[in-house]
């Protein structure tokens, strides 16, 4: 840095002039370092020198000009790029100092980032990328001149050979610079060798250092230094000599070559300065994968932003955008160069940010090509990579381009003030870094600071910075993003103290942060991979054949790799992990893209997306992922990933492949979305458009006015229809897009000129005028998280006008999601539920016309004939076969698998963003899907669980795959985690370069093979290694024993217990880990492969491909036909090993008799008889007892189809085996006819390639089918989940016509009128049917109580059997108990009854408006109902629950009135509950009526309106009026509002830290309420986890709970709060909700929470104790406790302002309240059975009861050892 000049600072008035380490020597009368003017301020003395400060800057100190003492310190520091250094810059005095200074230079920065000892210099980290060795040119020798000699310079490896020197041993040494005189040919003089030059890139400048020249008289040796100017005309250029100060020798060289490949990739938009964008997230690596564009089917661009394109074969190193041929025919040199790197451009225009490269290779003899890149923003779902514009130009040496990319949107500058700020779509988030960060500056001044977190040792109480121990800063930092690399967090400053500065820095290696601080101002630079945005990668490549790929399916969600150690690997493709998902919640490292969740729950960081995937040769794809947590081993460098996608038919699991001794991971996946797609273009009509398939509909727009504005020009635009204008201007009378600016009006396109189109950039929307002298082009682009359509402006060539419509019109439907979802311990795989071929096929019989239900799972709805009319993306849809009107019931929303929940035992999806609700305009329809785990193969089938109701349709599906996947097993040979190894217990021999491997499945060492001879003499291995080298060594690789797991779709092994691993630390045996996957087109002799070993711990990894372990197919074993609904599915012999033998036809060949055929309908036969593994057809051929022949001749493929003339019911199974023809492949057909019973198939012909079965059933009748029946007359609905109890009717005759009958129970003696004892249905002295044998069960969303066993009858006259009757119960809310009503039928043996009745209406005491879920459990109290009295009345009501019998009201009825005179009298009953949110007032209202049947006048309707008004408080209703037999009530609580009104305080708030951290010891106390009886207490801790509290257990003190619940007499504990905790504020108060790990037992999967209300109350005491209120039906637990301290508004405490601290007594650890409840032990005792049956059953609350509903009601022996609460424990609820 030392200058022959100087350097020139300006502070306030004053000039400066300075050097480095030597005197200024062009400031006349200044003989010193540093000069003000012509003063001298700082000289240079012997003490001077550059020293180290511990931060890793560097500094200097200069002397007074007397030589004392300090007149000026330079610090330099090394900046985080090379476009952030600065010049000189004076700061506050400091260190004793008159002046100092700070200079950001890249010579501070650490040498081998910036050095190189050639001629090429690269550093991503600095965005350096410069090569000079084309300076070579084949040993070329440059001249210059200077006044008196000539010089001579060679460049990179090329010498000057005259200057030459001998070196000692006589070689001659490589001269790079000399110097001679023209009139003296014997002067020469060397400048500088080959050896001892240096190449740098120093603050935008690149310099050449060319040292250890001839020693000059002055006794240094000289040396060249060359200043290395970009120029991109320049060609190589040529030096030109400049001058010499002291033996240096100064040259500058003009050249294309000394342009950096990577330019500065920020722009500051020049008409708004205050918008800063950066695209450096766009920047491809030179060794990556560039952008790449399709033009044509013949040419190709690559395409690098601010830098250039790399390593693209054949293309010019400069280029940043290529075009090149492809293809197998491909000429390499037809490539073009369109713009070089170096010549890199910003503009703006509009909301649009452009790139101009220029100086491409030559394109006419006028100009070169060039290519223009526009940018507009998007966010992440709407991003699009770079599309060529299509568009005609009139000039071909300019290439155009569209990008929508989050670089493009302004970078943020605020954030969420809670540690967080969103820049481009992504969060950034330093919440993680909660630990007080100390800096110290070399003069030991300390800074402490938490910017995300009060200090816990700060300098004053709630400082968040500190300098020492004065106070900087208390208030919350705001962050803002400086570029992709660096995040500002900028402390405000208490009066009259500096402002303070975090400058958190992106450093990927950083695994915990690394703090530098500045010596001279409080700035403070924090090194974390916190502050590093995610690279944007290409999700759409295309490879060099022009194959297209598209990944986006596979965008946006977690997947997961297994391995048999319990490791887990998450990774996504193309985006960040989802870090909300509780598997890799908490993963350190912020955007990484790959996590591994260790056996003991250790996250570990799996490296960062760094490239665009790498497609090659053989068509698999590569993720690569770099930069994770360092190594502990090998040589201890950054983990990373490799993701390898392999294209399949088939999807199978993500294997875990191997990894090696540096943490490097393999990761195998074979999936379809890996398979080249095929693009196409397509035009519209009738403002739709068709593309791949789906089709779009762009008609809702035609009514939407679009308008934007840009520089006083207001755009209005139609689409597909004139554009609506204000005052209807006359040049736009017939324009689809009008400009209008003051008074003046133009059209930019007619609406009769309109063409809609697609290609690969999305659709789009062209308007022309007449004579097509203006254009516009509208790109829609989508608009995925609302649903609202905006219009930008993107720009305006005087020709064409571009604009952006973001609408969610042209969003493409999810195909396909994630169908795995962890809960808990308990993992699930959907995937083999979902269709690819067919939809799963439901029917509700239904009056004009049966309703027909199309869905699929995981997966939108494949278009075949029957859902063809479905709305493109359903992944449910409704057909009316009456109207002819097909509707959609939802779609998949993401490709995540938040689309799975859990509700108590069972699995259930939800699709939503159906069409519009017909019963609520302002919802749209949803689906939900119950899916019950059942175990065994079995037919999937989904089944209508009621019609639409609240907007919303059920369904049941019930499957295997709904239970948890099997955790890994201890293993021995014969059955593994059903599947069976005896089949494979033979010798396997496996190949590598180097060995052998001999796996030993189950058999004994006597068996192997005679060249095995030493594992032989061992008892039993698993895998022996022989050494292919002379010797053949052999080694045990794996023992015996064997762990399994099965994945999905894989089968783990691993062989441990093998010989010492010689190589590796410590006493580690060998050992081989053996994946079996899933390949539906392996061979049934397929044999297991060698894929690496980890020569870390010698494990060997060997991989397996099998058809026998691909998921047991299944598909919809139901069709249509003529308007019927036939199912198959009971043909699928469940009591038969699931297959049928078909016979051979007489007609049949020959050589087919003798053999016999096994048939599966609609599966694969997942027998151990059935060998034919995956298959559903085969053929078995019996040699002799001991060589039987199996062979498959169909895998279950599609769904049955209709065919023929006339119309019959196929199953078609297709093999991919060939036929002896070798060209058609080897298939089975079943042909169903309609025949009486159920008879055997037959083989009717065969040709060797199509075997043709024929299968007559009564199944494919006109006919029903019914599912599994389930006894007892309380029954739970298996589609809501509800219990339903038909016990109120029990023991009351009921008549129906002619009939008599009852339910659940037989007639009495008096009723039965000559029919037998025991029966329940009569008529006429006929029994039909005996309460004996019942069932009850779900049939389409209805009740069936059936009844079986009644007097003998004959059906027809070839068959008999007994008299049946089937009452069907249909819920009607109006009905009350209703009356059974007979159905005649055209059976003569089976009765049909329909009854309407209130009585089997279930409802869940919630509404859910819009993802608002309003949960009246809330309201509803365990203890006692809510009490109102006004006017005379006193109103007793339960929102969710009948009222006790001992309030007198009747049942089911929930709200009940008592007049003045004591008469009491029901007004509205439990199942008549009807919510419905009203969004103009923002309340709730709930609906009630009673119906009284006899007597209509005493009809009662009730209407409780609850209102929200910002209140944190449960509330209490109040009595408003009563109009004619209507009451009406508000009810203020915090349950009416939406989740926009409550506010959610950050856990940062300092009223709540105050509150919940606390110093003080802990201490108890007891409240008494007056009047219980038996005590409850209530331990509560704010600050830590409860502990060391003597009679708690374990269930409280798990180091988690915060909350419990404890009753002394008889040991009972209960978590009722855990940890994590929400906390909601309003003016006046606080609310924390603490959720805990128990489970309620009355309201399903819900969880147990506490609610702690701090309100304010001036006379409160601030020692004042929290009071247990409430316990709800919701297991939701309340307290209040009233404090003086929140008397302060918290609208301010919330924006940061101080609160007042709270009392010692208020901070307690500990705080014991004692609640009493009032119930006798003979209350307990009588609802004992009931109890239990309430808490046992799938959801545990039975709101038709009127039982107590009190839980944990529990005495106990005194002196019991403390016991754990269960709901469904009868020693729990009675002793």
Same mark, same amino acid.
């Given at each position: 840095?030392?200058?022959?000049?100087?350097?020139?600072?300006?502070?306030?008035?004053?000039?400066?002039?300075?050097?480095?380490?030597?005197?200024?020597?062009?400031?006349?009368?200044?003989?010193?370092?540093?000069?003000?003017?012509?003063?001298?301020?700082?000289?240079?003395?012997?003490?001077?020198?550059?020293?180290?400060?511990?931060?890793?800057?560097?500094?200097?100190?200069?002397?007074?000009?007397?030589?004392?003492?300090?007149?000026?310190?330079?610090?330099?520091?090394?900046?985080?790029?090379?476009?952030?250094?600065?010049?000189?810059?004076?700061?506050?005095?400091?260190?004793?100092?008159?002046?100092?200074?700070?200079?950001?230079?890249?010579?501070?920065?650490?040498?081998?980032?910036?050095?190189?000892?050639?001629?090429?210099?690269?550093?991503?980290?600095?965005?350096?990328?410069?090569?000079?060795?084309?300076?070579?040119?084949?040993?070329?020798?440059?001249?210059?001149?200077?006044?008196?000699?000539?010089?001579?310079?060679?460049?990179?490896?090329?010498?000057?050979?005259?200057?030459?020197?001998?070196?000692?041993?006589?070689?001659?040494?490589?001269?790079?610079?000399?110097?001679?005189?023209?009139?003296?040919?014997?002067?020469?003089?060397?400048?500088?060798?080959?050896?001892?030059?240096?190449?740098?890139?120093?603050?935008?400048?690149?310099?050449?250092?060319?040292?250890?020249?001839?020693?000059?008289?002055?006794?240094?040796?000289?040396?060249?230094?060359?200043?290395?100017?970009?120029?991109?005309?320049?060609?190589?250029?040529?030096?030109?000599?400049?001058?010499?100060?002291?033996?240096?020798?100064?040259?500058?060289?003009?050249?294309?070559?000394?342009?950096?490949?990577?330019?500065?990739?920020?722009?500051?938009?020049?008409?708004?300065?205050?918008?800063?964008?950066?695209?450096?997230?766009?920047?491809?690596?030179?060794?990556?994968?560039?952008?790449?564009?399709?033009?044509?089917?013949?040419?190709?661009?690559?395409?690098?932003?601010?830098?250039?394109?790399?390593?693209?074969?054949?293309?010019?190193?400069?280029?940043?955008?290529?075009?090149?041929?492809?293809?197998?025919?491909?000429?390499?040199?037809?490539?073009?160069?369109?713009?070089?790197?170096?010549?890199?451009?910003?503009?703006?225009?509009?909301?649009?940010?452009?790139?101009?490269?220029?100086?491409?290779?030559?394109?006419?003899?006028?100009?070169?090509?060039?290519?223009?890149?526009?940018?507009?923003?998007?966010?992440?779902?709407?991003?699009?990579?770079?599309?060529?514009?299509?568009?005609?130009?009139?000039?071909?040496?300019?290439?155009?381009?569209?990008?929508?990319?989050?670089?493009?949107?302004?970078?943020?500058?605020?954030?969420?003030?809670?540690?967080?700020?969103?820049?481009?779509?992504?969060?950034?988030?330093?919440?993680?870094?909660?630990?007080?960060?100390?800096?110290?500056?070399?003069?030991?001044?300390?800074?402490?600071?938490?910017?995300?977190?009060?200090?816990?040792?700060?300098?004053?109480?709630?400082?968040?910075?500190?300098?020492?121990?004065?106070?900087?800063?208390?208030?919350?930092?705001?962050?803002?993003?400086?570029?992709?690399?660096?995040?500002?967090?900028?402390?405000?400053?208490?009066?009259?103290?500096?402002?303070?500065?975090?400058?958190?820095?992106?450093?990927?290696?950083?695994?915990?942060?690394?703090?530098?601080?500045?010596?001279?101002?409080?700035?403070?630079?924090?090194?974390?991979?916190?502050?590093?945005?995610?690279?944007?990668?290409?999700?759409?490549?295309?490879?060099?054949?022009?194959?297209?790929?598209?990944?986006?399916?596979?965008?946006?969600?977690?997947?997961?790799?297994?391995?048999?150690?319990?490791?887990?690997?998450?990774?996504?493709?193309?985006?960040?992990?989802?870090?909300?998902?509780?598997?890799?919640?908490?993963?350190?490292?912020?955007?990484?893209?790959?996590?591994?969740?260790?056996?003991?729950?250790?996250?570990?960081?799996?490296?960062?997306?760094?490239?665009?995937?790498?497609?090659?040769?053989?068509?698999?794809?590569?993720?690569?992922?770099?930069?994770?947590?360092?190594?502990?081993?090998?040589?201890?460098?950054?983990?990373?990933?490799?993701?390898?996608?392999?294209?399949?038919?088939?999807?199978?699991?993500?294997?875990?492949?191997?990894?090696?001794?540096?943490?490097?991971?393999?990761?195998?996946?074979?999936?379809?979305?890996?398979?080249?797609?095929?693009?196409?273009?397509?035009?519209?009509?009738?403002?739709?458009?068709?593309?791949?398939?789906?089709?779009?509909?762009?008609?809702?727009?035609?009514?939407?006015?679009?308008?934007?504005?840009?520089?006083?020009?207001?755009?209005?635009?139609?689409?597909?229809?004139?554009?609506?204008?204000?005052?209807?201007?006359?040049?736009?009378?017939?324009?689809?897009?009008?400009?209008?600016?003051?008074?003046?009006?133009?059209?930019?396109?007619?609406?009769?000129?309109?063409?809609?189109?697609?290609?690969?950039?999305?659709?789009?929307?062209?308007?022309?005028?007449?004579?097509?002298?203006?254009?516009?082009?509208?790109?829609?682009?989508?608009?995925?998280?609302?649903?609202?359509?905006?219009?930008?402006?993107?720009?305006?060539?005087?020709?064409?006008?571009?604009?952006?419509?973001?609408?969610?019109?042209?969003?493409?439907?999810?195909?396909?999601?994630?169908?795995?979802?962890?809960?808990?311990?308990?993992?699930?795989?959907?995937?083999?539920?979902?269709?690819?071929?067919?939809?799963?096929?439901?029917?509700?019989?239904?009056?004009?016309?049966?309703?027909?239900?199309?869905?699929?799972?995981?997966?939108?709805?494949?278009?075949?004939?029957?859902?063809?009319?479905?709305?493109?993306?359903?992944?449910?849809?409704?057909?009316?076969?009456?109207?002819?009107?097909?509707?959609?019931?939802?779609?998949?929303?993401?490709?995540?698998?938040?689309?799975?929940?859990?509700?108590?035992?069972?699995?259930?999806?939800?699709?939503?963003?159906?069409?519009?609700?017909?019963?609520?305009?302002?919802?749209?329809?949803?689906?939900?899907?119950?899916?019950?785990?059942?175990?065994?193969?079995?037919?999937?089938?989904?089944?209508?669980?009621?019609?639409?109701?609240?907007?919303?349709?059920?369904?049941?599906?019930?499957?295997?795959?709904?239970?948890?996947?099997?955790?890994?097993?201890?293993?021995?040979?014969?059955?593994?985690?059903?599947?069976?190894?005896?089949?494979?217990?033979?010798?396997?021999?496996?190949?590598?370069?180097?060995?052998?491997?001999?796996?030993?499945?189950?058999?004994?060492?006597?068996?192997?093979?005679?060249?095995?001879?030493?594992?032989?003499?061992?008892?039993?291995?698993?895998?022996?290694?022989?050494?292919?080298?002379?010797?053949?060594?052999?080694?045990?690789?794996?023992?015996?024993?064997?762990?399994?797991?099965?994945?999905?779709?894989?089968?783990?092994?691993?062989?441990?217990?093998?010989?010492?691993?010689?190589?590796?630390?410590?006493?580690?045996?060998?050992?081989?880990?053996?994946?079996?996957?899933?390949?539906?087109?392996?061979?049934?002799?397929?044999?297991?492969?060698?894929?690496?070993?980890?020569?870390?711990?010698?494990?060997?990894?060997?991989?397996?491909?099998?058809?026998?372990?691909?998921?047991?197919?299944?598909?919809?074993?139901?069709?249509?036909?003529?308007?019927?609904?036939?199912?198959?599915?009971?043909?699928?012999?469940?009591?038969?090993?699931?297959?049928?033998?078909?016979?051979?036809?007489?007609?049949?060949?020959?050589?087919?008799?003798?053999?016999?055929?096994?048939?599966?309908?609609?599966?694969?036969?997942?027998?151990?008889?059935?060998?034919?593994?995956?298959?559903?057809?085969?053929?078995?051929?019996?040699?002799?007892?001991?060589?039987?022949?199996?062979?498959?001749?169909?895998?279950?493929?599609?769904?049955?189809?209709?065919?023929?003339?006339?119309?019959?019911?196929?199953?078609?199974?297709?093999?991919?085996?060939?036929?002896?023809?070798?060209?058609?492949?080897?298939?089975?057909?079943?042909?169903?006819?309609?025949?009486?019973?159920?008879?055997?198939?037959? /083989?009717?012909? #065969?040709?060797? !390639?199509?075997?043709? +079965?024929? @299968? *007559? =059933? $009564?199944? %494919? &009748?006109?006919?029903?089918?019914?599912?599994?029946?389930?006894?007892?007359?309380?029954?739970?609905?298996?589609?809501?989940?509800?219990?339903?109890?038909?016990?109120?009717?029990?023991?009351?005759?009921?008549?129906?016509?002619?009939?008599?009958?009852?339910?659940?129970?037989?007639?009495?003696?008096?009723?039965?009128?000559?029919?037998?004892?025991?029966?329940?249905?009569?008529?006429?002295?006929?029994?039909?049917?005996?309460?004996?044998?019942?069932?009850?069960?779900?049939?389409?969303?209805?009740?069936?109580?059936?009844?079986?066993?009644?007097?003998?009858?004959?059906?027809?006259?070839?068959?008999?059997?007994?008299?049946?009757?089937?009452?069907?119960?249909?819920?009607?809310?109006?009905?009350?108990?209703?009356?059974?009503?007979? /159905?005649?039928? #055209?059976?003569? !043996?089976?009765?049909? +009854?329909? @009854? *309407? =009745? $209130?009585? %089997? &209406?279930?409802?869940?005491?919630?509404?859910?408006?819009?993802?608002?879920?309003?949960?009246?459990?809330?309201?509803?109290?365990?203890?006692?109902?809510?009490?109102?009295?006004?006017?005379?009345?006193?109103?007793?009501?339960?929102?969710?629950?009948?009222?006790?019998?001992?309030?007198?009201?009747?049942?089911?009825?929930?709200?009940?009135?008592?007049?003045?005179?004591?008469?009491?009298?029901?007004?509205?009953?439990?199942?008549?509950?009807?919510?419905?949110?009203?969004?103009?007032?923002?309340?709730?209202?709930?609906?009630?009526?009673?119906?009284?049947?006899?007597?209509?006048?005493?009809?009662?309707?009730?209407?409780?309106?609850?209102?929200?008004?910002?209140?944190?408080?449960?509330?209490?209703?109040?009595?408003?009026?009563?109009?004619?037999?209507?009451?009406?009530?508000?009810?203020?609580?915090?349950?009416?509002?939406?989740?926009?009104?409550?506010?959610?305080?950050?856990?940062?708030?300092?009223?709540?830290?105050?509150?919940?951290?606390?110093?003080?010891?802990?201490?108890?106390?007891?409240?008494?309420?007056?009047?219980?009886?038996?005590?409850?207490?209530?331990?509560?801790?704010?600050?830590?986890?409860?502990?060391?509290?003597?009679?708690?257990?374990?269930?409280?003190?798990?180091?988690?709970?915060?909350?419990?619940?404890?009753?002394?007499?008889?040991?009972?504990?209960?978590?009722?709060?855990?940890?994590?905790?929400?906390?909601?504020?309003?003016?006046?108060?606080?609310?924390?909700?603490?959720?805990?790990?128990?489970?309620?037992?009355?309201?399903?999967?819900?969880?147990?929470?506490?609610?702690?209300?701090?309100?304010?109350?001036?006379?409160?005491?601030?020692?004042?104790?929290?009071?247990?209120?409430?316990?709800?039906?919701?297991?939701?637990?309340?307290?209040?406790?009233?404090?003086?301290?929140?008397?302060?508004?918290?609208?301010?405490?919330?924006?940061?302002?101080?609160?007042?601290?709270?009392?010692?007594?208020?901070?307690?650890?500990?705080?014991?309240?004692?609640?009493?409840?009032?119930?006798?032990?003979?209350?307990?005792?009588?609802?004992?059975?009931?109890?239990?049956?309430?808490?046992?059953?799938?959801?545990?609350?039975?709101?038709?009861?009127?039982?107590?509903?009190?839980?944990?009601?529990?005495?106990?022996?005194?002196?019991?050892?403390?016991?754990?609460?269960?709901?469904?424990?009868?020693?729990?609820?009675?002793?």
């Amino acid at each position: 840095m030392t200058n022959t000049t100087s350097y020139k600072v300006q502070k306030d008035s004053a000039n400066y002039t300075l050097n480095i380490c030597r005197n200024v020597t062009d400031v006349s009368g200044c003989d010193a370092a540093v000069c003000e003017g012509d003063k001298a301020v700082a000289i240079v003395t012997e003490e001077t020198v550059l020293e180290s400060a511990a931060n890793g800057d560097v500094f200097v100190k200069y002397a007074k000009p007397d030589g004392k003492d300090c007149g000026t310190k330079i610090t330099f520091k090394c900046p985080d790029s090379p476009y952030h250094a600065t010049g000189p810059v004076f700061v506050s005095p400091s260190d004793g100092c008159d002046h100092v200074i700070d200079w950001y230079t890249m010579d501070a920065c650490p040498s081998e980032d910036l050095f190189s000892s050639n001629c090429t210099l690269q550093n991503s980290k600095y965005l350096i990328d410069i090569d000079l060795t084309p300076l070579n040119n084949n040993g070329k020798v440059y001249l210059a001149s200077g006044a008196e000699f000539d010089y001579s310079i060679a460049m990179c490896g090329a010498s000057v050979q005259d200057c030459s020197l001998t070196n000692d041993d006589g070689t001659r040494g490589h001269t790079v610079a000399c110097q001679k005189k023209s009139l003296e040919s014997a002067f020469h003089k060397n400048l500088g060798m080959s050896k001892f030059t240096k190449l740098r890139f120093v603050d935008d400048a690149l310099v050449m250092t060319m040292s250890k020249g001839d020693v000059c008289s002055s006794g240094f040796q000289r040396r060249t230094i060359i200043h290395f100017h970009c120029n991109v005309t320049e060609g190589e250029g040529n030096p030109e000599y400049v001058g010499e100060t002291d033996c240096t020798y100064m040259f500058v060289w003009h050249t294309r070559y000394a342009c950096n490949r990577i330019q500065k990739c920020s722009f500051t938009n020049t008409t708004d300065p205050s918008k800063v964008y950066d695209f450096s997230s766009l920047t491809v690596a030179q060794d990556a994968t560039s952008w790449t564009v399709k033009l044509g089917e013949k040419k190709m661009a690559y395409i690098n932003i601010c830098a250039a394109v790399g390593h693209v074969a054949d293309c010019d190193p400069s280029a940043a955008v290529c075009v090149k041929e492809t293809g197998q025919s491909a000429n390499p040199s037809a490539v073009e160069n369109h713009g070089q790197a170096s010549t890199m451009k910003f503009s703006s225009e509009g909301n649009t940010i452009s790139i101009t490269y220029d100086h491409g290779s030559v394109c006419n003899t006028k100009e070169n090509h060039h290519s223009v890149i526009y940018f507009a923003c998007a966010s992440a779902d709407q991003s699009v990579g770079p599309q060529l514009r299509t568009e005609s130009s009139s000039n071909a040496c300019r290439h155009t381009y569209t990008w929508f990319t989050p670089a493009a949107c302004a970078q943020s500058t605020e954030g969420h003030g809670d540690c967080t700020i969103t820049d481009a779509g992504y969060t950034y988030d330093f919440n993680s870094l909660t630990a007080d960060l100390t800096a110290k500056t070399s003069d030991n001044t300390q800074y402490k600071f938490n910017p995300c977190s009060t200090l816990q040792d700060g300098c004053e109480t709630k400082s968040r910075f500190c300098e020492g121990n004065t106070l900087i800063s208390k208030e919350i930092p705001e962050l803002a993003v400086e570029n992709d690399h660096v995040v500002t967090a900028k402390f405000n400053p208490e009066s009259g103290n500096p402002s303070a500065t975090v400058r958190y820095i992106c450093d990927h290696t950083a695994e915990e942060p690394k703090v530098i601080t500045s010596d001279n101002s409080i700035t403070v630079e924090v090194n974390t991979t916190l502050a590093c945005a995610p690279k944007t990668v290409d999700c759409k490549p295309i490879d060099s054949l022009g194959n297209a790929y598209d990944f986006s399916g596979l965008k946006g969600t977690n997947w997961k790799a297994s391995s048999v150690d319990g490791m887990s690997y998450y990774f996504s493709i193309c985006s960040t992990l989802d870090k909300d998902l509780s598997d890799v919640k908490g993963c350190p490292g912020g955007a990484i893209s790959a996590c591994q969740r260790t056996s003991d729950g250790t996250l570990v960081n799996l490296g960062y997306a760094a490239s665009n995937p790498v497609i090659q040769s053989t068509g698999t794809v590569l993720f690569h992922y770099i930069n994770g947590k360092k190594c502990a081993h090998g040589n201890q460098t950054p983990r990373q990933t490799m993701i390898t996608l392999s294209c399949a038919q088939v999807e199978s699991q993500p294997q875990m492949i191997s990894e090696d001794l540096n943490c490097n991971y393999n990761i195998l996946w074979h999936t379809p979305k890996a398979c080249p797609v095929q693009s196409s273009s397509a035009t519209g009509e009738d403002c739709s458009i068709v593309k791949n398939e789906i089709k779009y509909d762009l008609t809702p727009l035609k009514s939407k006015p679009l308008q934007t504005v840009f520089k006083g020009t207001t755009y209005n635009v139609g689409i597909c229809s004139v554009a609506k204008v204000q005052g209807n201007p006359p040049n736009c009378a017939n324009s689809a897009v009008c400009a209008s600016s003051g008074s003046t009006s133009n059209s930019f396109g007619e609406l009769k000129k309109e063409s809609l189109y697609s290609e690969e950039g999305g659709i789009k929307l062209k308007y022309e005028t007449d004579g097509n002298s203006k254009t516009s082009i509208i790109t829609f682009t989508c608009n995925a998280e609302n649903d609202q359509t905006e219009l930008r402006f993107l720009s305006n060539d005087g020709v064409i006008v571009r604009f952006q419509v973001s609408t969610p019109y042209v969003c493409p439907p999810v195909e396909s999601a994630n169908c795995r979802r962890t809960f808990g311990d308990d993992t699930f795989d959907l995937s083999s539920l979902t269709l690819h071929g067919a939809n799963y096929i439901s029917r509700l019989r239904s009056t004009p016309g049966d309703i027909y239900y199309y869905t699929n799972i995981c997966h939108r709805l494949i278009a075949t004939t029957e859902a063809a009319g479905c709305p493109a993306g359903s992944a449910a849809c409704m057909y009316n076969s009456s109207s002819k009107q097909y509707t959609s019931l939802g779609k998949l929303t993401s490709n995540k698998p938040d689309f799975i929940h859990k509700m108590g035992s069972f699995l259930y999806l939800q699709y939503d963003n159906g069409d519009k609700c017909p019963t609520n305009n302002s919802a749209l329809l949803q689906t939900l899907i119950l899916l019950r785990c059942v175990e065994g193969p079995r037919t999937s089938r989904i089944e209508v669980g009621t019609a639409i109701k609240d907007c919303r349709q059920d369904f049941i599906l019930e499957s295997p795959a709904a239970c948890p996947v099997k955790s890994p097993v201890n293993a021995k040979c014969g059955e593994i985690a059903g599947f069976d190894t005896n089949a494979l217990k033979k010798q396997y021999r496996i190949s590598s370069e180097e060995h052998d491997y001999i796996l030993n499945f189950c058999q004994n060492s006597g068996s192997l093979d005679s060249d095995v001879k030493k594992c032989n003499n061992q008892a039993m291995f698993g895998v022996c290694q022989i050494s292919k080298s002379s010797g053949h060594e052999e080694v045990i690789a794996g023992g015996p024993q064997l762990t399994a797991m099965k994945e999905t779709s894989q089968l783990i092994f691993n062989f441990t217990g093998g010989a010492t691993c010689a190589h590796a630390t410590g006493n580690v045996e060998r050992n081989v880990v053996l994946t079996m996957f899933c390949n539906e087109y392996a061979q049934s002799d397929s044999q297991p492969q060698f894929v690496s070993e980890d020569p870390r711990d010698c494990t060997y990894y060997i991989s397996w491909p099998r058809r026998d372990l691909c998921p047991h197919r299944s598909m919809p074993c139901r069709v249509t036909m003529n308007g019927e609904l036939f199912d198959l599915s009971s043909l699928n012999r469940a009591d038969k090993d699931y297959f049928t033998y078909a016979t051979v036809s007489s007609s049949v060949d020959e050589k087919y008799q003798g053999k016999y055929y096994q048939l599966s309908v609609c599966s694969a036969a997942p027998s151990k008889n059935f060998k034919c593994a995956g298959a559903a057809v085969c053929e078995v051929t019996e040699k002799d007892s001991e060589h039987v022949i199996h062979k498959s001749l169909g895998y279950p493929d599609d769904s049955p189809i209709v065919t023929g003339d006339p119309q019959h019911i196929e199953i078609i199974y297709p093999t991919q085996t060939y036929c002896d023809d070798k060209k058609s492949k080897i298939r089975s057909v079943i042909k169903f006819t309609c025949g009486s019973g159920m008879n055997d198939p037959e /083989l009717v012909s #065969s040709d060797g !390639c199509t075997y043709e +079965f024929k @299968w *007559e =059933t $009564s199944l %494919v &009748c006109p006919s029903t089918s019914k599912p599994t029946p389930t006894s007892g007359c309380v029954f739970t609905k298996p589609s809501i989940n509800k219990i339903v109890d038909l016990s109120i009717f029990t023991n009351k005759l009921y008549k129906a016509g002619d009939y008599s009958l009852k339910v659940c129970s037989s007639l009495s003696e008096s009723e039965l009128s000559g029919c037998p004892a025991g029966t329940a249905v009569c008529k006429g002295a006929v029994s039909f049917g005996s309460a004996a044998e019942y069932k009850i069960y779900e049939e389409f969303g209805n009740i069936r109580l059936e009844y079986d066993n009644g007097e003998s009858c004959r059906e027809d006259d070839n068959s008999s059997g007994n008299r049946k009757s089937i009452i069907e119960f249909r819920c009607n809310k109006t009905a009350g108990e209703g009356q059974p009503i007979y /159905l005649p039928t #055209s059976t003569r !043996c089976v009765n049909s +009854f329909s @009854w *309407e =009745t $209130s009585y %089997v &209406c279930v409802e869940d005491c919630e509404l859910n408006y819009k993802g608002n879920v309003f949960n009246f459990q809330h309201l509803s109290s365990v203890y006692k109902p809510v009490t109102v009295t006004a006017d005379g009345y006193e109103f007793t009501m339960d929102l969710c629950k009948s009222l006790k019998a001992e309030h007198k009201c009747g049942n089911y009825t929930n709200i009940c009135a008592k007049s003045s005179d004591g008469t009491i009298y029901p007004i509205a009953l439990t199942n008549t509950f009807e919510p419905q949110y009203q969004p103009e007032n923002k309340t709730v209202l709930l609906k009630y009526s009673y119906s009284d049947e006899k007597s209509p006048a005493n009809n009662k309707q009730v209407n409780i309106r609850l209102v929200c008004n910002g209140t944190l408080d449960t509330g209490s209703p109040t009595f408003v009026s009563k109009t004619g037999s209507t009451y009406n009530f508000k009810w203020v609580t915090y349950v009416a509002c939406l989740d926009e009104d409550l506010h959610e305080v950050p856990l940062g708030f300092n009223l709540f830290k105050t509150l919940l951290q606390s110093t003080n010891p802990p201490f108890s106390r007891s409240v008494v309420i007056t009047g219980d009886q038996t005590e409850y207490k209530y331990y509560i801790s704010l600050g830590a986890p409860l502990h060391d509290i003597p009679e708690l257990s374990q269930e409280c003190l798990d180091g988690n709970t915060t909350v419990c619940q404890y009753k002394h007499e008889n040991t009972f504990e209960r978590s009722i709060g855990a940890q994590a905790a929400k906390y909601y504020a309003n003016e006046k108060q606080l609310q924390m909700i603490i959720s805990s790990k128990s489970k309620c037992g009355r309201v399903g999967s819900d969880t147990v929470t506490s609610l702690i209300n701090f309100k304010c109350d001036s006379s409160a005491s601030e020692d004042s104790l929290p009071v247990n209120t409430n316990e709800m039906a919701s297991c939701r637990y309340l307290f209040e406790w009233n404090l003086p301290q929140l008397c302060e508004p918290l609208s301010s405490a919330a924006g940061g302002t101080q609160s007042k601290r709270l009392s010692p007594g208020v901070t307690a650890v500990i705080v014991i309240i004692v609640l009493a409840s009032v119930i006798s032990l003979a209350t307990v005792i009588v609802c004992r059975l009931k109890r239990r049956r309430r808490y046992n059953g799938p959801v545990g609350y039975d709101p038709l009861s009127t039982d107590d509903d009190t839980t944990g009601l529990i005495t106990a022996v005194k002196g019991r050892a403390p016991r754990l609460y269960h709901d469904d424990d009868d020693d729990d609820l009675l002793i």
